[in-house]
């Protein structure tokens, strides 16, 4: 069975930093693409980020670009993200997510950790 | 960039009713590149349909979706009340992009 448990998020003043994790199990981690989708307080799901299995090709999106820095260790079973210079509006629930491809759907979904930025 | 629209917000239905979700896009988009997921209050979201017609691994055969170009459906045959919930649509051609959601609830 697919397991993905993610941790990391925290309460952390604007401007501040954080680096979430997210850790793989009961499937081949390095076959995957993955990705972090994010969700604000009572809002819709935002896609975030995206890393190839191999973790040569990466995109962003706009909202991340700059600050967030997105990465794998595939000898470790885990997905990172950094997240630099946060802001209020990155408040939200974030989610790692496996895709079954590089233009995909995505099949599984962790439970998420709440990053929650205010002074 | 491809903007999805869904409609309604909300649908107010009762268990056993037929639930038709819509699913606009800004421009046409691959039909093997539009997903539906579910999510309850206070869990991940769940992979319903793919590929805008597939349903994933143990998805109920009430779950269909269909479509092409820029309008694609989301149907729901008969209610459960376990599928009270907010659906969202997504291209996933661009990015990821998700659609607002709509929210299914009880009348």
């Known amino acids: 069975e697919v397991h993905l448990v993610e941790s990391g998020g925290g309460l952390v003043q604007p401007g501040g930093s954080l680096r979430l994790s997210c850790a793989a199990s009961?499937?081949?981690?390095?076959?995957?693409?993955m990705n972090w989708v994010r969700q604000a307080p009572g809002k819709g799901l935002e896609w975030v980020s995206y890393?190839?299995?191999?973790?040569?090709?990466?995109y962003y999106a706009d909202s991340a670009k700059g600050r967030f820095t997105i990465s794998r260790d595939n000898a470790k079973n885990s997905l990172y993200l950094q997240m630099n210079s946060l802001r209020a509006e990155d408040t939200a629930v974030y989610y790692c997510?496996?895709?079954?491809?590089?233009?995909?759907?995505?099949?599984?979904w962790g439970q998420g950790t709440l990053v929650s930025v205010s002074s | 960039e491809i903007v999805l629209t869904q409609s309604p917000g909300t649908l107010s239905l009762s268990p056993g009713e037929r639930a038709t979700l819509s699913c606009r896009a800004s421009?046409?988009?691959?039909?093997?590149?539009l997903a539906w997921y579910q999510q309850k209050p206070g869990q991940a979201p769940r992979l319903l349909i793919y590929?805008?017609?597939s349903r994933a691994t143990g998805i109920p055969d009430r779950f269909s979706g269909s479509g092409s170009g820029t309008d694609f459906t989301l149907t729901i045959s008969r209610l459960e009340p376990e599928d009270f919930a907010v659906y969202y649509c997504?291209?996933?051609?661009?990015?990821?992009?998700f659609g607002p959601g709509t929210k299914v609830d009880i009348e």
């Open positions: 997510v496996r895709a079954v491809g590089a233009i995909s759907h995505f099949d599984s």
């Open positions: 009961g499937f081949s981690f390095s076959t995957y693409s």
């Open positions: 890393i190839s299995d191999s973790g040569i090709t990466i």
């Open positions: 421009q046409s988009v691959s039909s093997s590149y």
């Open positions: 590929g805008t017609s």
């Open positions: 997504q291209q996933y051609g661009s990015r990821g992009a």
